[in-house]
């Protein structure tokens, strides 16, 4: 569609979407850690929906997520979702201190003798008990696997881009924003 707009060949057009997600993974490599209220939560992405669904199916990928309450979020794909995995990820990317609210995956136990302050929700009893859920993390990733879901089909190798954008349309959300950090650093690969 964006190749007819511009009077473009479809693979010049790829090609142009393709570089414009690696310069937005380069930029978004250089993120400072979290503070304050944080929800951590990890989603799989992709695979074919017959048999066994979310951890363990075969063919998804398995991707961890932080979101700041009233701020922004943070997406990484791992290979599993085992605490030898997340606990660096949380260590790195959160402030020590922080409230981290969590579902109830074992891998997270270890927040609870961390330097977090760490609530948990199990979904199998409720979703929201006051303060302690993480609808917000898993509401990005709702609205990453719709806006990834029109691609049909995404080469494992690409998806990161593809997710790093995602986080980018969440974590800037103004159109005329997106814009303009797009000419900035298209400004920048140019020079």
């Not at 850690?33 to 951590?40: L, Q, R, Y």
């Not at 669904?53 to 979101?67: E, S």
């Not at 030898?84 to 074992?106: F, G, H, N, Q, W």
Request: proline letters at 5%.
């Amino acid at each position: 569609m964006a190749a007819e707009l511009v009077g473009l060949h479809r693979n010049t057009a790829r090609l142009f979407f393709h570089r414009l997600r690696q310069i937005l993974t380069q930029h978004l490599a250089d993120v400072s850690p979290f503070v304050g209220p944080i929800e951590v939560d990890e989603s799989y992405f992709g695979g074919r929906r017959k048999g066994k669904r979310g951890r363990g199916a075969a063919g998804k990928v398995p991707v961890f997520g932080l979101l700041q309450r009233g701020g922004r979020v943070y997406t990484q794909v791992i290979p599993h979702a085992k605490r030898k995995t997340l606990m660096p990820i949380i260590e790195e990317m959160i402030v020590p201190d922080s409230i981290v609210y969590s579902d109830a995956l074992p891998s997270y136990n270890a927040l609870d003798v961390a330097a977090f302050h760490h609530f948990r929700v199990n979904h199998s009893k409720s979703f929201v008990k006051g303060q302690t859920h993480i609808n917000g993390i898993e509401n990005f990733g709702n609205q990453a696997k719709r806006h990834l879901r029109k691609y049909n089909g995404i080469p494992h190798h690409h998806f990161e881009l593809f997710l790093k954008e995602c986080e980018w349309r969440f974590n800037t959300q103004s159109p005329q924003k997106m814009l303009k950090e797009l000419k900035v650093w298209l400004k920048e690969e140019s020079t």
